[in-house]
């Protein structure tokens, strides 16, 4: 299994600002992954992160509100940009071990008001 | 687009067994997962199934995939108080790593 951290575990921030939330992984990982799950509501992928490249974004996501860094095997970032009250939600990072289990960081709870 | 649905709810007593069921669309998942998430906590991997295999069990957790029908069942038996969550049914496309969740089903337990 891999252990996931990520930081801040929660946050409250004024509309039009920018947080960035980091994840570190204890091992090296191919695959990482930023999700975000809204209110009471499942999990929706935003994109992949890849190393050494620009992230892969799923419909309904772009690199102009939420870029994201991979700068090694270990580290993301995903920063929301220009906030709103419908970005508030909880964002987590996942990775994938290389026998396909997938895991979960704690999130980030961020409040937009 | 590729599917995964669940029932919302599912209540049963202490000690009985809970059997919360799922249903995809994507014929060529290549693995489908069960995670549980606490009030106020992130996702736990509880298992999951290769989709070649018909069963998995893992201490109280047992996996049925029936791969004809895209339905995939979690049964936990004597269920505890403890096992008060969310579980998430979630497949991973066969074509990436990309993971589809279902919408959770959140389990309560009555004495």
């Known amino acids: 299994s891999a252990v996931i951290s990520q930081k801040p575990s929660r946050d409250i921030c004024q509309r039009g600002t920018s947080l960035t939330i980091q994840c570190q992984v204890d091992?090296?990982?191919?695959?990482m992954f930023w999700y975000r799950q809204q209110p009471g509501q499942s999990l929706t992928l935003i994109a992949t992160a890849n190393q050494g490249s620009e992230a892969t974004y799923e419909s309904g996501f772009v690199i102009d509100k939420f870029p994201i860094s991979r700068p090694n095997l270990t580290f993301s970032t995903l920063t929301v940009s220009n906030m709103s009250p419908e970005d508030s939600s909880i964002y987590l990072c996942?990775?994938?071990?290389?026998?396909?289990?997938?895991?979960f960081g704690p999130g980030t709870r961020l409040t937009v008001t | 687009g590729e599917d995964v649905e669940q029932s919302l709810f599912l209540s049963v007593r202490e000690g009985d067994s809970s059997v919360i069921n799922c249903t995809y669309t994507?014929?060529?998942?290549?693995?489908l997962y069960w995670y549980k998430q606490e009030p106020g906590a992130g996702l736990q991997l509880l298992t999951y199934i290769f989709s070649n295999m018909d069963m998995k069990q893992d201490q109280r957790l047992t996996v049925l995939l029936n791969k004809k029908d895209k339905h995939l069942s979690l049964r936990i038996a004597d269920t505890q108080t403890g096992d008060s969550a969310i579980y998430f049914c979630a497949e991973r496309e066969s074509s990436a790593s990309k993971i589809i969740f279902g919408s959770g089903t959140r389990l309560s337990i009555r004495p």
């Open positions: 091992s090296q990982v191919t695959m």
């Open positions: 996942s990775v994938e071990s290389t026998d396909y289990e997938q895991y």
């Open positions: 994507d014929s060529s998942s290549t693995y």
